[in-house]
């Protein structure tokens, strides 16, 4: 049996990897697929499949190519969730700060230098006319590393996904004062290159279990209830979360990954484009 490394975060979009590894599917194809949750995000993954801990990431679409143009030995093999990622913007709850205008040159919590945090932060501010040189970070490592950074001042707005921020809005913790989605498909799947040079069949093989699961995964009887349930978050809000979302079978195209790193680009959080056979392969 194969065994094959695979990170991701421990949020909803993921329940397609656990359920098929709950019902054996990559054992059946010989496959011993193992899990890691990494709620620090995904600066974090990009260093675990430079470092080797991990031969596989679900990873968000513009922190890879970011690594991958630096350096990452990696490549993305598809597209996973092809809808953007709502990025809530929030602000402790007790705060002054009442909208945007009012964290222009104040500090945003990240997890980590890389992550989707600071690169989003950077768009957002683009979109608002800041100038992004102005930004200031606070790492924070994890959500519950921005509960206590907002909480006790060390920084002053956090951006991380809408929905999974919820319960700290319906708990009193954290109020959302404006959303911020991406501009392209947001979780790709990253694999090492030397594992794409080794085991490409393995490889094709989990591709093929995992686009089976979210192809119908929509459809399985009860899932809201399942979400609801294991991610902590009002049917409601689940039932709106699955009618944003949308999965994706497919490879990244060569005019989206021009979309990405054009606006990376702009953003000065790359320094160059990288090419369509350096960033991406299909296996």
């Not at 709502?86 to 104040?106: C, F, M, P, Q, R």
């Not at 911020?180 to 799947?189: A, E, G, L, M």
């Amino acid at each position: 049996m194969k065994t094959i490394r695979i990170a991701g975060v421990p949020e909803h979009f993921n329940l397609p990897w656990h359920l098929s590894l709950e019902n054996k599917e990559f054992e059946s194809q010989n496959i011993n697929l193992q899990w890691t949750d990494v709620p620090e995000g995904t600066g974090k993954m990009c260093q675990m499949l430079r470092n080797g801990e991990t031969d596989i990431a679900v990873i968000l679409s513009e922190g890879i190519v970011k690594d991958i143009v630096a350096g990452n030995p990696s490549k993305i093999v598809q597209v996973y969730v092809d809808s953007p990622l709502i990025w809530g913007i929030h602000v402790a709850a007790k705060s002054n700060y009442k909208s945007l205008v009012d964290i222009e040159n104040t500090k945003v919590a990240i997890s980590r230098f890389g992550s989707g945090s600071q690169l989003m932060a950077y768009v957002n501010a683009n979109n608002q006319g800041w100038k992004t040189d102005n930004l200031q970070f606070e790492i924070v490592n994890t959500i519950d590393g921005a509960v206590e950074a907002l909480s006790n001042g060390t920084a002053d707005y956090f951006m991380w996904e809408r929905f999974m921020t919820k319960p700290l809005v319906d708990n009193g913790i954290f109020r959302k004062i404006a959303d911020c989605p991406t501009p392209w498909p947001c979780f790709v799947i990253a694999v090492r290159e030397e594992i794409l040079e080794q085991q490409p069949e393995t490889i094709r093989k989990i591709l093929d279990v995992i686009n089976k699961k979210t192809a119908s995964f929509k459809s399985i009887p009860d899932i809201e209830a399942v979400l609801a349930e294991k991610y902590h978050q009002k049917i409601e809000d689940i039932q709106e979360w699955l009618s944003l979302t949308v999965w994706s079978q497919n490879q990244l195209s060569k005019e989206m990954l021009n979309n990405i790193q054009n606006q990376l680009l702009e953003l000065k959080i790359i320094d160059k484009i990288g090419t369509f056979d350096e960033i991406v392969k299909t296996v």
